[in-house]
């Protein structure tokens, strides 16, 4: 079975622009959640999808949004990108089939840099 | 809120030595906990879970038992080897069927031969 995909796996960006992460899960898991990892705050939950839904969300401004297809995969955007931003972002995906913890599979991440 | 916390630094040792990194947890409720691993260039893989109280996580040598009375979830390997070079995340979820995982700051094992 195919791990979580994502693409692409290196980005570099300028200040101000905006970006578009792709996350495609395990065939048959129906939530996707993205991570952000930083050497300062490590990793931070940005937001969970579930059957096209966001489910959960962190702490994270409105620049950065999320959505899910119906076939599962996700995206997740960062609009206005801050010097800050730079980061490697995760995304994971699970069953979530209702009422017990799934394991969560993390694929390899996108690393974003912005100039 | 709920928040992890793990000892601070990288952790050098040689191959075969007792490996011991700590992580405690601040949490309402029943949370589960985890122990991932990231290696160099990779996303994470879960290593061990437990998810009640006096639970034994064990996988590839490694263990951890949760410990509701002292709130922590220290990970163990009895002899390590330099493939288990790696950086350690303590995390939580806040109860059985979250996914919203809280992570610890993670610490850097080198394992020397």
């Known amino acids: 079975k195919a791990g979580v995909t994502q693409t692409p796996r290196y980005l570099i960006k300028t200040r101000g622009q905006q970006v578009t992460l792709s996350c495609s899960p395990i065939?048959?898991?129906?939530?996707v959640s993205w991570y952000q990892q930083t050497p300062g705050q490590g990793l931070q939950f940005l937001f969970e999808?579930?059957?096209?839904?966001?489910?959960n969300k962190g702490n994270f401004p409105g620049r950065f949004s999320g959505r899910q297809f119906s076939n599962s995969r996700s995206e997740m955007n960062v609009s206005t990108l801050e010097l800050g931003d730079s980061a490697l972002y995760l995304c994971?995906?699970?069953?979530?089939?209702?009422?017990?913890?799934?394991?969560?599979?993390f694929g390899p991440g996108t690393r974003l840099t912005v100039l | 809120g709920n928040s992890v916390t793990q000892m601070e630094g990288p952790v050098t040792l040689s191959e075969e030595a007792f490996l011991t990194i700590n992580c405690t947890y601040t949490?309402?409720?029943?949370?589960?906990l985890f122990w991932y691993v990231q290696y160099p260039g990779e996303g994470l893989q879960l290593l061990l879970k437990?998810?009640?109280?006096?639970d034994k996580g064990s996988n590839k040598g490694f263990e951890a038992t949760y410990r509701k009375e002292t709130t922590s979830f220290h990970l163990e390997k009895g002899s390590v080897q330099v493939s288990d070079s790696a950086v350690y995340f303590c995390?939580?979820?806040?109860?059985?069927?979250?996914?919203?995982?809280?992570f610890g700051k993670g610490n850097q094992v080198v394992v020397i031969p």
């Open positions: 994971a995906s699970s069953l979530s089939s209702g009422g017990f913890t799934d394991t969560q599979y």
């Open positions: 065939s048959g898991h129906r939530s």
């Open positions: 999808y579930f059957s096209e839904t966001q489910r």
């Open positions: 949490a309402t409720g029943y949370p589960s």
């Open positions: 437990a998810t009640k109280a006096d």
């Open positions: 995390a939580l979820t806040r109860y059985y069927g979250n996914n919203r995982l809280a």
